[in-house]
T-cell receptor, first 113, second 114 residues
Framework: AQSVSQHNHHVILSEAASLELGCNYS??????LFWYVQYPGQHLQLLLK??????LVKGIKGFEAEFIKSKFSFNLRKPSVQWSDTAEYFC???????????FGKGNQVVVIP | EAQVTQNPRYLITVTGKKLTVTCSQN?????MSWYRQDPGLGLRQIYY???????DKGDVPEGYKVSRKEKRNFPLILESPSPNQTSLYFC?????????????FGEGSRLTVL
């Protein structure tokens, strides 16, 4: 079964700083990859996704993620964060042929104005 | 408006008192799923359904039941709730059962079992 690892559960940074969140998965076959965001008190929303093609994926609100197949990674980045990016971020992986979506434990990101 | 609706949003109950959390989606989605969210553990899948009358266990199914009699509804049933089921529950749906699409989440149901 696939599993997802997210490191540095709590991240605190100042506005305009760059953000990178790591996501590694354990599955040797073809995967679909997602990042979801949960703003305080809200439900999860899709930030971006990768199915195939260009491994550098651009999502909403200036976020991007890069799929590196050799490293089984799908790291999320944003060059310059804003206070409104304060949220919890979840990486999720679906292995082709599997009907389940596995989530990582999340990264709690706090952006200080 | 496309949405996933859960009820109740907040519930405090006592050990052993059966309860049902309803979930309804208006997008004609095939796939529906229940997750629980606990601090430090992220989202863990309880049950999922690929279509009407097709349900399967997720990672943490113990103590829960589900049914999918209609495409739009996917209720979560706790026959005899216990304090370790105190959690934030999310229902989600996706257009296709192959999980290649976006998951749409409900607003969440915060359950406390005393």
């Amino acid at each position: 079964a696939q599993s997802v690892s997210q490191h540095n559960h709590h991240v605190i940074l100042s506005e305009a700083a760059s953000l990178e969140l790591g996501c590694n998965y354990s599955y040797g076959g073809t995967v679909n990859l997602f990042w979801y965001v949960q703003y305080p008190g809200q439900h999860l929303q899709l930030l971006l996704k990768y199915f195939s093609g260009d491994p550098l994926v651009k999502g909403i609100k200036g976020f991007e993620a890069e799929f590196i197949k050799s490293k089984f990674s799908f790291n999320l980045r944003k060059p310059s964060v804003q206070w409104s990016d304060t949220a919890e971020y979840f990486c999720a992986v679906n292995a082709h042929g599997n009907n389940r979506l596995a989530f990582g434990k999340g990264n709690q990101v706090v952006v200080i104005p | 408006e496309a949405q996933v609706t859960q009820n109740p949003r907040y519930l405090i109950t006592v050990t052993g008192k059966k309860l049902t959390v309803t979930c309804s989606q208006n997008m004609n989605h095939e796939y529906m799923s229940w997750y629980r969210q606990d601090p430090g553990l992220g989202l863990r899948q309880i049950y999922y359904s690929m279509n009407v009358e097709v349900t399967d266990k997720g990672d943490v199914p113990e103590g829960y039941k589900v049914s999918r009699k209609e495409k739009r509804n996917f209720p979560l049933i706790l026959e005899s709730p216990s304090p370790n089921q105190t959690s934030l529950y999310f229902c989600a749906s996706s257009l296709l059962a192959d999980n290649t699409g976006e998951l749409f989440f409900g607003e969440g149901s915060r359950l406390t079992v005393l």
